[in-house]
């Protein structure tokens, strides 16, 4: 049997979860969220990395789809749009029900594995969405987000973004406190986008295990968005995972100042560098043809995920593409179709059937359950917390 064959018997047993895929972006950036122009039931491979016949082909059983805003959103704007994020991704589980089906607990996700459906959640990307309110941060809780990225590219008052000037130390006082009442009401703390000082002060703060969606080795490609060694070595103690991205500009060192020239020729041209609409592949792409860039693999993803599984161990690595929130791909994972092609690459290296089986779905269905048990026992003897960043940050 090839690798390729085992590769695909395993993940009809152990589909994959995958920590972060931007697709409810593209929607909106592509066609405002016209779900008739942008059918993912058709194949939509000229456009978007991400399709349904491609989600059964790549064998993913649970999506956390990023109800991502930019950065540039601030305040009620940046709430009204993640609001929108979260309304498309309610519309696309009601459109195509026979393939995806709302989750909101690990037992969900094990129904919708049993049912041969992709179980749907959703994470916000960067506490912008929120708005510096508790209350907000609940209301999203309610309506389905079960993980918060404490920041995106920038800082925001309470937090530090790695790809931002350093302004808090990590984590102000308020800060601490949206950790402690994201541990209370059960939402998963992703620790991805955030400086290491940031990720230090979460693991000081937090009671309940943390995620990083999609983030991959700092000691493999030495980017701020990467995790240090010493912050994967502490994720034993915390339960946590980390779900390892296919990005090339974080995981190939060679890519790094090339992806920092295209997202200049980006901004030359009147685009925003994270712009997937027509118009700004365009560009990139005749960037690219101009200047061939450093080409990442499926053999770079596993260099991760190797390091990953040595610091951290097994129990704590997962998978987290950042498909469609990314205009370039690795060879062998264009798109998502591709996870096949990594757990082959990782069974030709020795990883066993038991240890793939935690990083494509055990590992992350394990977290989000024990999130669950924290948010129980803390619910039962703490209230909500409407503490505003007035009165702990002054």
Not at 29 to 34: F, G, K, S, T
Not at 174 to 196: I, K, P, Q, Y
Not at 209 to 222: G, L, W, Y
Not at 314 to 337: R, S
Request: hydrophobic share 45%.
């Amino acid at each position: 049997m090839s690798d390729l064959t085992a590769a695909h018997a395993l993940l009809d047993d152990f589909p994959v979860v995958d920590g972060h895929n931007d697709l409810p972006w593209a929607l909106r950036e592509q066609v405002r969220y016209d779900l008739d122009r942008l059918d993912i039931a058709a194949d939509q491979s000229a456009h978007l990395h991400t399709d349904l016949a491609r989600l059964r082909s790549g064998r993913v059983g649970a999506q956390f789809w990023s109800v991502y805003v930019r950065t540039d959103l601030t305040g009620d704007s940046a709430v009204s749009a993640t609001l929108e994020q979260v309304d498309v991704v309610a519309q696309l589980i009601a459109r195509y029900p026979d393939h995806l089906v709302r989750a909101l607990t690990a037992d969900d996700m094990e129904a919708a594995r049993r049912d041969g459906r992709i179980a749907s959640l959703m994470g916000a990307e960067g506490g912008h969405s929120i708005n510096n309110s508790l209350a907000t941060l609940r209301a999203l809780h309610t309506l389905g987000v079960r993980y918060m990225t404490l920041t995106h590219n920038s800082n925001i008052p309470w937090a530090d973004s790695a790809t931002d000037a350093p302004a808090c130390g990590g984590l102000t006082a308020f800060g601490r406190e949206v950790v402690r009442e994201m541990n209370r009401v059960g939402m998963l703390v992703d620790l991805s986008h955030v400086a290491a000082s940031t990720m230090r002060a979460a693991l000081e703060t937090t009671e309940a295990p943390v995620v990083f969606s999609h983030s991959s080795a700092r000691a493999v490609c030495d980017h701020p968005r990467n995790i240090p060694d010493d912050v994967l070595a502490a994720l034993p103690a915390n339960g946590g995972v980390a779900m390892a991205t296919f990005v090339p500009k974080f995981i190939l060192p060679e890519a790094v100042a090339w992806t920092a020239r295209a997202d200049e020729n980006m901004r030359a041209h009147g685009l925003h560098h994270l712009d997937t609409t027509a118009d700004g592949m365009k560009v990139q792409h005749a960037f690219e043809a101009a200047n061939p860039r450093p080409m990442a693999t499926a053999s770079t993803v596993a260099d991760h995920l190797d390091h990953m599984r040595e610091v951290a161990g097994v129990d704590h690595i997962g998978i987290g593409g950042d498909y469609d929130g990314t205009a370039f791909t690795p060879a062998g994972l264009e798109d998502v179709t591709g996870y096949p092609n990594l757990i082959a690459e990782l069974l030709g290296r020795g990883w066993s059937t038991s240890d793939l089986a935690k990083l494509t779905w055990q590992n992350a269905v394990r977290v989000l359950r024990d999130a669950e048990s924290v948010a129980h026992t803390l619910q039962s003897h703490r209230g909500p917390s409407n503490a505003t960043l007035e009165q702990l940050d002054g």
